[in-house]
């Protein structure tokens, strides 16, 4: 678990929301403000912890987990998902851009992690450490939730007092920009 930002900075961190087109909102905290020439970049935290569900297929040492991203299949097994959390006092939320639960996520154990390594065209990405939370069955599926243990960032830039995420195009345009304002800020 992750220290929340009062713990890490004594005075309160503001908090804005992402929207998504649905229409689903993604409260936040701003964990950086940067300005690149006249525009305002923000680096954001969701206040709650964000988790993924993946679907077991294959069996013995051909089992695979598949992470489950379409909203039909979130929305089939959401209530089941959302028993299974609240179990260990966890609330399931259907916020924007990713599935988050709302209370104190159980101690990290080493007996209880997995390594996701995802592999993409044209790009090396490190592995990612996932918790398990929990695993639950619907019509005999095999279904595990999962925290990361990095957190989840998004990075927006302000139009008119709200939060626009960046493209991934257009993260990679100002990517160097950031990073060097960001060493220069260091020195």
């Not at 209880?112 to 695993?135: R, V």
Request: proline fraction near 7%; charge should be negative; include cysteine.
């Amino acid at each position: 678990m992750f220290p929340s930002p009062e713990e890490n900075d004594p005075s309160p961190t503001a908090s804005i929301t992402l929207t998504d087109e649905s229409g689903r909102s993604l409260p936040c905290y701003i964990e950086r403000s940067l300005f690149v020439g006249d525009i305002e970049y923000v680096l954001l935290l969701p206040e709650d912890s964000a988790i993924e569900i993946f679907a077991w297929h294959g069996d013995g040492d051909e089992e695979e987990a598949v992470p489950i991203e379409d909203d039909e299949t979130i929305d089939e097994i959401f209530t089941t998902a959302e028993a299974v959390l609240a179990e260990q006092n966890l609330i399931l939320r259907r916020t924007a851009f990713a599935l988050t639960v709302a209370g104190e996520l159980p101690p990290v154990e080493d007996a209880e992690l997995f390594t996701l390594e995802i592999e993409e065209e044209g790009s090396e990405l490190e592995p990612e450490q996932l918790q398990l939370l929990s695993n639950f069955y619907h019509q005999e599926q095999e279904y595990s939730i999962y925290t990361p243990l990095d957190p989840l960032l998004f990075f927006a830039k302000m139009n008119a007092g709200k939060p626009e995420l960046l493209s991934q195009e257009e993260f990679g345009k100002i990517q160097p920009l950031l990073e060097e304002q960001l060493f220069d800020e260091m020195d």
